[in-house]
Structures are given as C-alpha cells and as structure tokens.
T-cell receptor, first 114, second 112 residues
Framework: NAGVMQNPRHLVRRRGQEARLRCSPM?????VYWYRQLPEEGLKFMVY????????ESGMPKERFSAEFPKEGPSILRIQQVVRGDSAAYFC????????????FGSGTRLTVV | GQQVMQIPQYQHVQEGEDFTTYCNSS?????IQWYKQRPGGHPVFLIQ?????EVKKQKRLTFQFGEAKKNSSLHITATQTTDVGTYFC????????????FGQGTELSVKP
C-alpha cells in the first residue's frame, strides 16, 4: 500500500530551465494538493486538483507555474523559466474524496535553482 | 483570506520539560488538524479536532480545540529527543473542499 510518491526527491535546474515535479497519490485518493515550503517557513497552498480538473489554483503564481492531473498518470507541477526564488521544497499531498481529513504527504521535491 | 496564526515560532527545551504550541484564528474554524515535520522530512498527520471544546490525547501529546473554535493547542508532556521537529496546525476551509491552510509552525528543539 504505497503512500504518496513524489519524484524526483532532489532537482537542480539552472535559471531559465524548466522544472517538472511528479506526484502519484495514494491508491484510492482522488484529490491532490501541491504546497510550497520555503526554508524555515510554513506550507503555502498552491493548487488543488482532481482527475482532469483544477479545483482551486488560487495559490499558484500567475506566470510560469502550471499543474495538471491527467486521467492516466501522475499529477505534474511544471515551472517554466525557473528563477532563484523558486528554490524550495514542493510537497504533494492526497486525501480521500470529499474531505480534507488527514492529508498524506509525499516526501517532497527539493528544487534548487543555480 | 482566512489565516491561522501559530506561536511561538521556536521553542528550545531541556529533555523532560513540557512544551506547548498555540494556534489562533480571527474566524471560526470548521476543524483543526495537527501535523509534525521532522528536520528534512515531510509533514505527517497527527490528529483532527472538530467539536467545540474537544480534547484528545495521544500518549504524551494533548490536543485541545477552543470552545469558540477559534484556537487550538498542542501540549507535549515530558519532552523527549524524538519529539524534535516542527509542529503545524492547519484548518480546512468551509465549502472549499479539502484545501488546508497551515500555520507558520513551531520548531521544537530538545536538549538531552
């Protein structure tokens, strides 16, 4: 019974490159959430998705960031033309349908922009 | 937007001392969830409180939800080095599905 799987665990990108972060939710969970955590800061909500639907993207920066959760395959958080300020830990979480009770978080992707 | 404020930001204790972190909101919360994140790790769900005045215990951890459902606390009795980490409170918003808003967290360090 695998938990939430995120890959890669660590990602280094040069300024201007693209970063793709992947997340496979727990089996039976249809809701996926992406959060960003800057060093020594809390978790900031980015986007909430269900299969083929973006439910709430109020936390996503207006430019360069996008997310999807296709019918088949993992959820993808995509950051285009990365800048140093994008360096952070990006966590994906999943929950059963209809509730926010007891998120299960993945191990995160630590993005470093050099 | 709705915010959840958490204090203190840092707490350093001697092993065996007690520890408390507090969570406050200016608006009524539908629930409170608590998470623990070890250094370098990911948040792990601890518990959810839903009812006004609710108190729950997990071994040395005691969780409370205020009568007005605007505040919560996590108390650890006789801390151990394994308690080290950052403790976050969070709340899901009414009519917004499962989206959680997190407090800033309290980082606990325990000196042996």
């Amino acid at each position: 019974n695998a938990g939430v799987m995120q890959n890669p665990r660590h990602l280094v990108r040069r300024r201007g490159q693209e970063a793709r972060l992947r997340c496979s939710p727990m089996k039976g969970h249809s809701h996926v959430y992406w959060y960003r955590q800057l060093p020594e800061e809390g978790l900031k909500f980015m986007v909430y998705l269900q299969k083929e639907n973006i439910i709430d993207e109020s936390g996503m920066p207006k430019e360069r960031f996008s997310a999807e959760f296709p019918k088949e395959g993992p959820s993808i958080l995509r950051i285009q033309q990365v800048v140093r300020g994008d360096s952070a830990a990006y966590f994906c979480a999943s929950s059963p349908p209809g509730t926010g009770v007891g998120y299960t978080f993945g191990s995160g992707t630590r993005l470093t922009v050099v | 937007g709705q915010q959840v404020m958490q204090i203190p930001q840092y707490q350093h204790v001697q092993e065996g001392e007690d520890f408390t972190t507090y969570c406050n909101s200016s608006t009524t919360l539908s629930n409170i969830q608590w998470y623990k994140q070890r250094p370098g790790g990911h948040p792990v769900f601890l518990i959810q409180l839903v009812k006004s005045g609710e108190v729950k215990k997990q071994k040395r951890l005691t969780f409370q939800f205020g009568e007005a459902k605007k505040n919560s606390s996590l108390h650890i009795t006789a801390t151990q080095t394994t308690d080290v980490g950052t403790y976050f409170c969070s709340s899901s918003l009414y009519n917004q599905g499962g989206k959680l808003i997190f407090g800033q967290g309290t980082e606990l360090s325990v000196k042996p």
